[in-house]
């Protein structure tokens, strides 16, 4: 099995070198043609104040692959005009995970107890055919809260905690104090208005079912009444540069060359319709994650302004308050965020997400 997995593992790593980065021979944007469209653009000025301040607070996924979910959920959450929970909408795509993509992300991830990693449109499609997201009234938004196990000692847990001590209790594996505390913060933090000790019996008594399935369930019942509905037609829309293949990446071709139709007109034209852009993207370029991808890696682009002679966008990560990026890279620690040149935005991005 692992020589199997091994072998695998090649084939994926060499596939995702063909799928995930941007494609040669596609004509781009110069420097100076997106400095000349970069007029100061900032959609959170043009939202309700409770977007606004949704928007301007740290999103964190916490320790579990699930930043397509938050950046598919930042997307959702501005269409809907209210803050929604991105542990629903990712515990959700998770759920619908089938056993082939199960088994070729435990070849990526490892084994882990619920699956990791996907992509912004397939949560964003996921919870259209869910029905219903979650607003953050009922459930949280961010994957790590602290507490304290014991007085004065403040400790912290996340969602990839949340499934580990899931998988703790329906083993009967947690019978110590300090575990059975750990596991009450957790059930209480996660599940909203649900009992822990109806969390506890459900988790026992379901062991044979997924626990991805286990998951939402108990997300979709701790939502309660404080599920919004998601519209049948809402359209996800995505996007990468098609303006005109060629042989040559850096250079226009001569003939045919479309403008409209490169990553930066397209993502430009979405911000100047207010709308926050999700994007996919290989991490190495920002900073030293690293992984058997570079660091695959998604979030939501919410600004535009000139820095320093060029055009920068802001990036809405999922890292909390986190600052660790490249030189070059400019950190917002106050709202989680980062500003990105274009030179760098355009040769790390392999996908723009949207909705109408």
């Known amino acids: 099995m692992r020589l199997i997995k091994a072998a695998l593992l090649f084939l994926l790593t060499f596939a995702s070198a063909l799928v995930f980065m941007p494609e040669k021979g596609y004509a781009t944007s110069t420097d100076a043609e997106d400095l000349a469209a970069c007029s100061p653009k900032d959609v959170r000025e043009y939202m309700a104040p409770q977007m606004k301040k949704y928007f301007m607070t740290p999103s964190d ?71 219903y997201a979650c607003s953050t009234q009922a459930l949280p938004q961010n994957g790590n809260f602290t507490f304290e196990l014991v007085p004065r000692y403040v400790s912290m847990a996340g969602t990839g905690d949340l499934v580990r001590y899931m998988e703790k209790v329906r083993e009967n594996d947690c019978n110590d104090e300090m575990c059975q ?48 509905k998601v519209p049948g037609n809402l359209k996800v829309r995505t996007g990468g540069d098609t303006s005109k293949q060629s042989n040559s990446s850096d250079k226009h071709p001569s003939d045919n060359y479309d403008p409209e139709q490169t990553l930066i007109a397209k993502l430009n034209r979405q911000l100047n319709a207010n709308k926050v852009v999700g994007f996919e993207y290989n991490a190495k370029h920002i900073t030293a994650v690293g992984g058997i991808f570079g660091g695959w890696h998604a979030s939501s682009v919410v600004g535009r302004k000139v820095i320093n002679n060029k055009c920068h966008y802001l990036v809405r990560n999922s890292w909390g308050t986190s600052c660790n990026y490249k030189p070059g890279v400019i950190c917002d620690k106050d709202t989680g965020s980062y500003w990105v040149d274009s030179a760098t935005f355009k040769r790390m991005t392999t996908k723009l997400v949207w909705v109408d």
């Open 61 to 131: 996924q916490g320790n579990i692959g699930w930043c397509y979910g938050y950046a598919a959920n930042d997307i959702l959450s501005q269409k809907m005009g209210t803050p929604l929970s991105a542990i629903y909408t990712s515990s959700n795509y998770t759920s619908r995970i089938t056993g082939a993509g199960r088994f070729f992300r435990s070849i990526l991830n490892g084994d882990t107890a619920v699956a990791e990693g996907g992509f912004i449109a397939g949560a964003l499609k996921d919870i259209k055919k869910n029905g």
């Open 181 to 228: 505390k750990r596991v009450d913060y957790l059930f209480d933090y996660f599940f909203g208005k649900l009992s822990v000790i109806d969390v506890k019996r459900y988790v026992i008594n379901t062991k044979d079912s997924r626990l991805e399935d286990v998951l939402f369930k108990l997300m979709d019942a701790g939502c309660g009444a404080a599920k919004v």
